[in-house]
């Protein structure tokens, strides 16, 4: 079973620029997560999808931060402009069940996206 | 607000040593807690899941503990190898989220 595909794998930009990262989860999986982790932090979210509606984005920035997926299968994350705190690794991680049925379902995750703002 | 302790931050230990980690949580209205591994460059991998009505799990050498009504828990790491060395992150499902401590970095020395 092919895993949860991201890329780029690394980006490095100046401040104010943006940047967007893809990402592909498990063929059939209906929940997708964007993850920020900051160097020596455990993962943050930042939003979570239903298939491709919003659960979540209580925790997104959403001045600068902005994600879709369309048609519920691939996601991007835009960043614009973006700040030097914005220096993390953004990890997306996609379930199999939805709704009231994901408690108790693991995450797969994806590798990640190491951004650095210069 | 749940917020997610884990101690120690780092660790050093020799090969064939067990060892214990630490996680806990200030709010035990979770849905279960869950430790995950993260090797440097990759995602997380997960390890163990604890359902909130469930005492502890084992897969293999490791063995995680959940004690709800304190607010903790612990993964077990059973004769421990090289290949073990990563940080391990523990996290707990909370109203529809999870909340993650900031890990333990585990280095088994050879």
């Known amino acids: 079973e092919a895993g949860v595909a991201q890329s780029p794998r690394y980006k490095i930009i100046e401040k104010r620029q943006s940047v967007a990262f893809w990402c592909n989860p498990i063929?059939?999986?209906?929940?997708l997560y964007w993850y920020q982790q900051i160097l020596g932090q455990g993962p943050k979210l930042l939003i979570q999808?239903?298939?491709?509606?919003?659960?979540?984005d209580s925790q997104l920035p959403k001045d600068r931060f902005s994600a879709e997926r369309l048609k519920g299968v691939d996601s991007t994350l835009k960043i614009q402009p973006a700040k030097l705190e914005d220096s993390a690794v953004y990890l997306c991680?996609?379930?199999?069940?939805?709704?009231?049925?994901?408690?108790?379902?693991?995450?797969?995750f994806g590798s990640g996206t190491q951004l650095s703002v210069l | 607000k749940q917020e997610v302790t884990q101690i120690p931050a780092a660790l050093s230990v020799p090969e064939g040593e067990n060892l214990v980690l630490n996680c806990s949580f200030t709010d035990s209205a979770i849905y279960n807690l869950q430790w995950f591994r993260q090797d440097p460059g990759k995602g997380l991998t997960s390890l163990l899941l604890?359902?909130?009505?469930?005492r502890e799990q084992t897969s293999g050498r490791l063995n995680a503990s959940l004690d709800k009504s304190s607010g903790r828990s612990t993964l077990y790491i059973a004769a421990s190898q090289p290949g073990d060395s990563a940080t391990y992150l523990c996290a707990v499902e909370y109203g529809n989220k999870l909340v993650f401590g900031a890990g333990t970095i585990l280095r088994v020395k050879s």
């Open positions: 604890i359902q909130s009505s469930q």
């Open positions: 999808f239903q298939n491709n509606g919003v659960v979540d």
């Open positions: 991680a996609s379930s199999y069940l939805q709704g009231s049925e994901a408690t108790n379902e693991k995450l797969f």
């Open positions: 063929s059939g999986h209906a929940t």
